[in-house]
């Protein structure tokens, strides 16, 4: 037996109202070894493991900050809409600025094709989703309150 659980168990069997002589009987040690082990008492107990950090979520994380909520609650006021369609959406009108701009639809070397809607064969990175502008908003009409 370790000295650390020897410690523990002559702190047990103290509790217990045990002498040191009956302990020292018991564990086979001597009863100088008993005394010592109860002056200095059981060890710390060891520090709780850590639990295991949760897996990060799926999807795309972004870092916090006061402009990022203002505009998106802009855009969720226009569009009326959840915040994650109106991310989707602008992330996709963003892309085909892009597209648009670059020949062939060529990014870093690699080719980028707009996303199709199955029904009606239009583009879209919404996938079914329909987040459309409500008619006539003008830039600062959608202010946030």
């Known amino acids: ?37 109860q002056r200095e008492g059981a060890p710390p107990a060891p520090a709780p493991e850590p639990e295991p950090a949760a897996p990060p979520a799926a999807g795309l994380l972004l870092p916090d900050g006061l402009q990022l909520r203002l505009d998106l609650k802009v855009l969720t006021a226009a569009y009326k809409a959840q915040p994650e369609d109106v991310a989707r959406f602008a992330i996709h009108q963003a892309a085909r600025i892009v597209q648009r701009r670059t020949p062939s ?15 009606t064969g239009q583009q879209s990175g919404l996938s079914g989703s329909t987040v459309r502008p409500v008619s006539a908003v003008r830039e600062g009409d959608a202010r946030v309150r």
């Open 1 to 37: 037996m370790s000295r650390a659980t020897r410690r523990i168990v002559v702190a047990h069997l103290t509790e217990r109202s045990m002498t040191a002589q009956e302990i020292a009987s018991e564990l086979g040690v001597s009863v100088d070894t008993v005394r010592r082990d």
């Open 105 to 119: 639809g060529s990014v870093s070397g690699s080719t980028v094709r707009p996303a199709e809607r199955p029904d």
